[in-house]
């Protein structure tokens, strides 16, 4: 199919594409990867009168550290900010997750704030974003506002963002922890994931740990922490029984449904398999190991 007529809008400034916006509301749609609407349009699900393409507007495209915070902006695109030096060394769990997005041909186009504003229950980078207590920008004519990860993700595709806003950048904490990893299991390279889990722990000198992160998703509408998981690790040598029993509490924790692709008790199993092996990985970064027990 192809998509239903819309009108189309190129602005060159932040300004000019937020008083689109504004005019049009909830009759327009933003371009910036394309990697979710352009489908959305072929198949007529979204039937915008309004296309806003922002990819000529100048001074969305940078990764910057600030404040103890990486932000990074609506135009970057996720090939681009895998290999991001800064995103390497201060998100590196970010880094991690975007490798298992889609293709590279998709992730080549494809930018961080658009997967973020579209809400999948099963991507990767609103699953880091909300793992980490990280941030959205979202501007409208007149101002912006940043909203708390678990305070924009609402439900199914659906966000807090307003109809006449534009994500304009996403903010994580810098650094903080020594060890990260993603996992997640799909049916084939590329597609999305049945459950992905995001681990991000700090230790002290001794190996126990005094912060654990733990994110789940594909068990529900949308990602989510497992705060049961990060109690259980805190205070904990690395070990494998302490991940075995963040497992656990992530599989009693979880409301998995059932649906064509797996059922609920399978989606619990990988949610306890995951998350077992993510925090293993996490817990051996830096060459300390993990002990047996």
Same mark, same amino acid.
């Given at each position: 199919? =192809? ?21 049009? +509301?909830?009759?327009? =749609? ?83 704030? +658009? ?26 004519? +007149? ?91 805190? +205070?904990?040598? =690395? ?55």
């Amino acid at each position: 199919m =192809k998509p239903a007529p819309f009108r189309y809008a190129a602005p060159r400034t932040l300004d000019e594409a937020l008083a689109v916006l504004s005019q049009h +509301g909830a009759e327009a =749609k933003v371009l910036a990867g394309g990697q979710s609407l352009v489908p959305l349009l072929n198949l007529r699900l979204a039937r915008p009168e309004l296309v806003v393409d922002i990819n000529r507007v100048a001074g969305l495209d940078a990764v910057r550290h600030e404040d103890g915070w990486v932000e990074i902006g609506a135009l970057v695109r996720q090939w681009d900010a895998e290999r991001d030096p800064l995103v390497r060394s201060q998100v590196p769990l970010l880094a991690q997750a975007l490798g298992y997005v889609a293709h590279p041909q998709i992730r080549a186009r494809g930018t961080l704030c +658009g997967s973020v504003a579209h809400a999948d229950p099963a991507a990767e980078i609103p699953l880091v974003l909300t793992t980490l207590g990280g941030e959205v920008v979202a501007a409208r004519a +007149g101002g912006s506002r940043t909203l708390p990860a678990e305070a924009f993700f609402l439900d199914l595709f659906t966000t807090a963002l307003a109809s006449d806003e534009l994500v304009t950048a996403i903010r994580l904490p810098a650094g903080g922890f020594q060890g990260t990893a993603f996992c997640e299991f799909s049916p084939r390279e590329g597609d999305f994931a049945l459950v992905a889990v995001a681990v991000a722990l700090r230790w002290d000198a001794g190996g126990r740990i005094q912060e654990a992160r733990v994110g789940v998703s594909g068990v529900g509408p949308t990602a989510r922490r497992v705060v049961e998981a990060e109690a259980a690790l805190a +205070g904990e040598e =690395k070990s494998r029984s302490a991940a075995q029993r963040a497992g656990e509490a992530v599989a009693a924790a979880v409301h998995a449904s059932g649906d064509v692709h797996a059922s609920a008790e399978y989606r619990r199993h990988l949610a306890r398999v995951l998350t077992e092996r993510a925090v293993v990985q996490a817990m051996a970064i830096g060459g300390e190991g993990v002990d047996a027990q």
